[in-house]
C-alpha cells in the first residue's frame, strides 16, 4: 500500500470513528439495505481486517464481506463461496484471523483463512444442524445444534484439535450460544421454548450446574454476544429488538430494529461499541452503538 493509500484509510478510519462516537446509543439504523443478503442471512462476526463479515450474500452457500463507507453506510461484496453441499451459519473469529463457520448442512465447522481457503475443521454425522458457534478465550469452541423438526437440540465442543465432543443432547431447539468475558461460563438458548441456560465452565471446557437464566413469555431467541460486562445481547426473532440481559438475568433493555425477524448480533467499529445486527425478513443489516464494547474487542 503507497503512502497516499496508507494516508486515505486513517483519514476514513478517523472520519468513522468520529461519526460512531456521535451517534446517540441504542437507537438502529441502516447498514446494508434491503435484500443485498437473502433470508439465510445470519453470522456476522467482525475480523481481524474490521470488516464484517456474514452468510448468504446474494443467496445461501456464500459469504459476503461488508466494507464500512464514509457515509456510515456498509458496501457488501462476496468474499468467499462455500463448497458444494454446504450452508453457513454463525462465524467467529479465532485471534490468529481464522475463520471460523458453523455449516449446518454439510454437519460441518469450517476453517477458512484470510485468502478465503476453505476446509473441515471439525465434523460429526451426529449432528442435526450446527447453527451457531462462540469461541471460548482459551481457544475452544461450543456449537449450538437444533434439531427443528423435532424441537429438539444438543451442545458441542470442539478441542482446538478439531475433535468434537457432545456436551448435552435432549435439549430445546439450541441456537444462540456464547462464552463470559473470563471464559468460566457458558450461555446457550432454546428459540422455541424461549429459555436461556448457563452453565459454568471448567478449565477442560467441560460443563456443569446448569441452570434457568431466564426465559421470554413470546417470540423467539436467535444469535447472542456478551459485552466486556457479561451483558448478553440476545437477538428476539419475530419480536424486533435485541434483548440486553445481565449475567444474573435481569432485563436491561430491549432495543427497538426496523426489521421483525433479527438471526444474530455482533460487536465492531473502532472503540468495539457498534452492534450489528442481521434480519432475515429484510435481507439487511441495522446497525446501533451499545454503551459499552464486545467481549472480543482489542484481544
Known amino acids: 500500500m503507497n503512502l497516499r493509500h496508507c494516508l486515505f484509510a486513517a483519514i476514513l478510519a478517523s472520519t468513522a470513528s468520529a461519526s460512531e462516537a456521535a451517534e446517540p446509543e441504542y437507537v438502529a439504523r441502516d447498514y446494508v439495505g434491503d435484500g443485498v443478503f437473502s433470508r439465510g442471512i445470519e453470522g456476522p462476526a467482525v475480523g481481524p481486517d474490521g470488516h464484517l463479515y456474514l452468510v448468504s450474500f446474494g443467496r445461501d452457500g ?91 437440540g444438543q451442545l458441542w465442543r470442539i478441542d482446538r484439535d478439531g475433535s468434537v465432543h457432545l456436551l448435552e443432547t435432549g435439549m430445546g431447539t439450541t441456537n444462540g450460544v456464547e462464552v463470559s468475558p473470563d471464559g468460566k461460563h457458558l450461555y446457550v438458548n432454546e428459540s422455541v421454548q424461549r429459555n436461556l441456560w448457563a452453565y459454568d465452565l471448567d478449565g477442560s471446557g467441560n460443563v456443569s450446574n446448569k441452570r434457568l437464566l431466564m426465559s421470554f413469555p413470546d417470540h423467539g431467541l436467535d444469535g447472542m454476544r456478551t459485552d466486556v460486562d457479561g451483558n448478553l445481547h440476545i437477538a428476539r426473532y419475530g419480536a424486533g429488538t435485541v434483548a440486553v440481559v445481565s449475567p444474573e438475568g435481569r432485563l436491561l433493555r430491549e432495543v427497538r430494529l426496523k426489521g421483525e425477524k433479527p438471526t444474530n448480533v455482533a460487536f465492531g467499529g473502532e472503540d468495539g461499541r457498534t452492534v450489528y445486527v442481521t434480519l432475515q425478513d429484510r435481507g439487511a443489516v441495522e446497525v446501533f452503538r451499545s454503551a459499552r464494547p464486545g467481549r472480543e474487542h482489542g484481544r
Open 62 to 152: 456464500t459469504i459476503g464481506r461488508v466494507r464500512a463507507q464514509a457515509d456510515g453506510s456498509g458496501k457488501a461484496e462476496l468474499f468467499v463461496e462455500l463448497p458444494a453441499g454446504s450452508t453457513g451459519n454463525g462465524i467467529r473469529f479465532a485471534p490468529d484471523g481464522a475463520m471460523y463457520v458453523a455449516d449446518y448442512s454439510g454437519h460441518n465447522v469450517l476453517r477458512i483463512d484470510a485468502e478465503g481457503s476453505v476446509e473441515v475443521f471439525a465434523h460429526d454425522p451426529r449432528m442435526h444442524q450446527p447453527n451457531d458457534i462462540a469461541l471460548a478465550p482459551d481457544g475452544r469452541l461450543y456449537a449450538s445444534d437444533p434439531d427443528w423438526k423435532n424441537g429438539g
